[in-house]
């Protein structure tokens, strides 16, 4: 059972235009959602965060919403640069139960910005 | 943020040893690592969670026997891979807890021919 879902397994945009990665989630008690960038052969680095008290989250380039009625999280990019080309992860946890924090991965979108 | 150092970044061995993986805590005490496991094409997946102290949580279909955790200090964790086989080549990462972020070591590519 996939409890965080990223269906696109790719996405292709313009350098300077808004690159939108979307994240679906099926289980109504995560309370924390995080998107990391990951590039091949290296481990994921962390990029934005945004608890479930929260609608928006922004810093710098990255914003992430978060609508808990749809279960569903989108990170937004822009202006989007070719060093963005990465695997984006979506990741949730249930912090709020007082577990131990691990991470619910989606599969990953694979964003490519041309130049 | 936080510094995790992971080592061997990568390892290629024959099936039927056993190969050990690192993973520092460098500028902070973690009381709690985890382990995840990656394949191709694949999402992040946790094995175990290493807890300095104390036995190691495995995730369910993650066979402790074969994949040994030691959380011997509060900014060490291992985990040995024992008698490893073909298909157990992957990509492991090794992470450490802040607050509610999880901080990722560079990885460790294992091929076992």
């Known amino acids: 059972d996939q409890q965080v879902k990223q269906n696109s397994p790719s996405l292709s945009v313009q350098e300077g235009r808004i690159s939108i990665l979307n994240c679906d989630y099926t289980?109504?008690?995560?309370?924390?959602f995080l998107w990391y960038k990951k590039y091949p052969a290296e481990g994921p680095t962390f990029l934005i965060s945004?608890?479930?008290?929260?609608d928006k989250n922004e810093d710098g380039r990255f914003t992430v919403f978060l609508n808990k009625s749809a279960k569903h999280l989108s990170l937004h990019i822009v202006p989007s640069q070719p060093g963005d080309s990465a695997v984006y992860f979506c990741a949730a946890s249930v912090v709020g139960s007082g577990n131990t924090g691990k991470l619910i991965f989606g599969q990953g979108t694979t964003l490519q910005v041309k130049p | 943020g936080a510094v995790v150092s992971q080592h061997p970044s990568r390892v290629i061995c024959k099936s039927g040893t056993s190969v050990k993986i690192e993973c520092r805590s460098l500028?902070?005490?973690?009381?709690?690592m985890f382990w995840y496991r990656q394949f191709p094409k694949q999402s992040l997946m946790l094995m175990a969670t290493?807890?300095?102290?104390?036995?190691?949580?495995?995730e369910q279909g993650v066979e402790k026997d074969k994949f040994l955790i030691n959380h011997a200090s509060l900014t060490l964790s291992t985990l040995t891979v024992t008698s490893a086989h073909p298909e157990d080549s992957s990509f492991y990462i090794c992470?450490?807890?802040?607050?509610?972020?999880?901080?990722f070591g560079s990885g460790t590519q294992l091929s076992v021919l």
């Open positions: 500028d902070f005490q973690a009381t709690t």
């Open positions: 290493s807890n300095e102290g104390s036995k190691a949580t495995y």
């Open positions: 289980n109504s008690m995560f309370d924390y």
């Open positions: 945004i608890s479930s008290i929260k």
């Open positions: 992470s450490a807890r802040v607050i509610e972020k999880l901080f």
